[in-house]
């Protein structure tokens, strides 16, 4: 069965540092991965996509994650964090790009000024 | 563009009640997803709907819930006799449609804001 792990419910970082966000699936076919943000009282907002073409993908607002296959792992990073930055961030995958998204249970980004 | 538009934000029922949720797909969107977060949890799928047809509801408990995309008018999802249980965000999400999978975009989905449930 396919799934999606986050490590760290809760992540706090300094404004200026570099932001990590982890995530791991499990996918017996090929996964298509998101990561989605969520600003407080808003929707989710697709940040970036891996859809089988290059494993380093960059996304919006100076986000960036890299597909390993080997660590089945697509983490997110930013290299200085702002304050703007503060959210909630969902990875999620999609086995074969179907519309049935595994969504993991979110991390939760404070920026300390 | 005013994206995926949910309402009620927040809806409060007693245990018995019904709930009832809508959704506003993205204009140009003719798909339509129901996902449910429950406290803790990720967001898993319910149902997905296009106009007047349910494609899959293999997500949906089998009893009390039902969803529905009319001709006309938004997406509902429906919770007879609501319990408990049921306290969660609801989460709507659209598409363009669903060929050529997520690097054509048409299953890249797009979530509106959700609505928050709560059962006394």
């Known amino acids: 069965a396919q799934s999606v792990t986050q490590l760290g419910s809760h992540v706090s970082v300094s404004e200026g540092a570099l932001v990590l966000l982890r995530c791991n699936y499990s996918?017996?076919?090929?996964?298509?991965l998101f990561w989605y943000v969520q600003y407080p009282n808003q929707g989710l907002q697709l940040l970036l996509k891996?859809?089988?073409?290059?494993?380093l993908v960059k996304g919006i607002n100076g986000f960036e994650a890299e597909f390993k296959k080997s660590e089945t792992s697509f983490h997110l990073t930013k290299p200085s964090a702002h304050m703007s930055d503060a959210a909630e961030y969902f990875c999620?995958?999609?086995?074969?790009?179907?519309?049935?998204?595994?969504f993991g249970t979110g991390t939760r980004l404070k920026v300390l000024a | 563009n005013a994206g995926v538009m949910q309402n009620p934000r927040h809806l409060v029922r007693r245990r018995g009640q019904e709930a009832r949720l809508r959704c506003s797909p993205m204009?140009?969107?003719?798909?339509v997803y129901w996902y449910r977060q429950l406290p803790e949890e990720g967001l898993k799928f319910m149902v997905y709907?296009?106009?007047?047809?349910?494609?899959?509801e293999s997500g949906m408990p089998k009893e009390r819930f039902s969803a529905e995309f009319p001709k006309e008018g938004p997406s509902i999802l429906r919770i007879q006799q609501v319990v408990r249980g049921d306290s969660a965000a609801y989460f709507c999400?659209?598409?363009?449609?669903?060929?050529?999978?997520?690097?054509?975009?048409?299953?890249?989905?797009?979530f509106g804001a959700g609505s928050r449930l709560t059962v006394l």
């Open positions: 999400a659209s598409s363009p449609g669903t060929g050529g999978g997520p690097s054509s975009g048409a299953n890249v989905l797009t």
């Open positions: 204009k140009g969107h003719s798909h």
């Open positions: 999620a995958v999609s086995p074969s790009g179907t519309y049935k998204y595994i």
């Open positions: 891996y859809t089988s073409a290059a494993t």
């Open positions: 709907l296009q106009k007047e047809n349910i494609i899959d």
């Open positions: 996918s017996s076919v090929p996964p298509y």
